[in-house]
């Protein structure tokens, strides 16, 4: 089966610049998430998706962060504007019952 | 809550050798365990979980790791270390029903020729 699907793959910004990331889940998985992993921690949830609805946003720094998950299949993550500390790299993963989850390969983001 | 605490930052082993990466937990319900790897510039990759069953789990590359809920713990070893095992470990626990992960911050293993 597929995996996960994530792009860009790299992406290198401005300071107070806007970006977007783009993840297709594995096809039936209801569940999906966006972590943030900055170097040298572990991943960190920022938004979790049950189908189209929010489960999870509480790590999400809604003043410049927004995801939406349209017709519960993929979904967008959007920053704007980007800040340097949002440097890291973002991933999405999916689930089909929540247990297992499989993980993209991510987008690394750069912000200068 | 849940949480955990992964109790090495980097293990450095020679090939051949054994590996253990330590790996303590705290859940208010019964927990699920997992373990990923991460090699560099690659995605996470599942190498075993602990859901309620055995509490030895056999993972994939040799790995396993056993559930002890007196200790709260659920280390991961290998008996003999490969180059290939060079990599990110995390150790993550969910509690059932909750579909939320908690990450442990990760323990980098080095393996020398």
């Known amino acids: 089966e597929a995996g996960v699907a994530q792009s860009p793959r790299y992406k290198i910004i401005e300071k107070r610049q806007s970006v977007a990331f783009w993840c297709n889940p594995i096809?039936?998985?209801?569940?999906l998430y966006w972590y943030q992993q900055i170097l040298g921690q572990g991943p960190k949830l920022l938004i979790q998706f049950q189908n189209n609805g929010v489960v999870d946003d509480s790590q999400l720094p809604k003043d410049r962060f927004s995801a939406e998950r349209l017709k519960g299949v993929d979904s967008t993550l959007k920053i704007q504007p980007a800040k340097l500390e949002d440097s890291a790299v973002y991933l999405c993963a999916s689930s089909l019952e929540g247990a297992e989850l499989f993980f993209g390969s991510g987008t690394q983001l750069s912000v200068l | 809550a849940q949480s955990v605490t992964q109790l090495d930052s980097h293990v450095s082993v020679s090939e051949g050798t054994p590996v253990l990466l330590r790996c303590n937990y705290s859940s208010s319900y019964s927990p699920s365990l997992f373990w990923y790897v991460q090699h560099p510039n690659k995605g996470l990759q599942l190498l075993l979980k602990?859901?309620?069953?055995?509490?030895l789990v056999k993972g994939i590359n040799g790995f396993e790791a056993e559930f002890k809920k007196s200790e709260t713990s659920f280390h991961l070893t290998k008996p003999s270390a490969h180059m290939s095992d060079a990599a990110e470990y995390f150790c993550?626990?969910?509690?059932?029903?909750?579909?939320?992960?908690?990450f442990g911050a990760g323990t980098t293993v080095t393996v020398r020729a």
């Open positions: 602990y859901t309620s069953a055995a509490t």
């Open positions: 993550v626990v969910t509690t059932f029903g909750d579909y939320k992960l908690s």
């Open positions: 096809s039936g998985h209801a569940t």
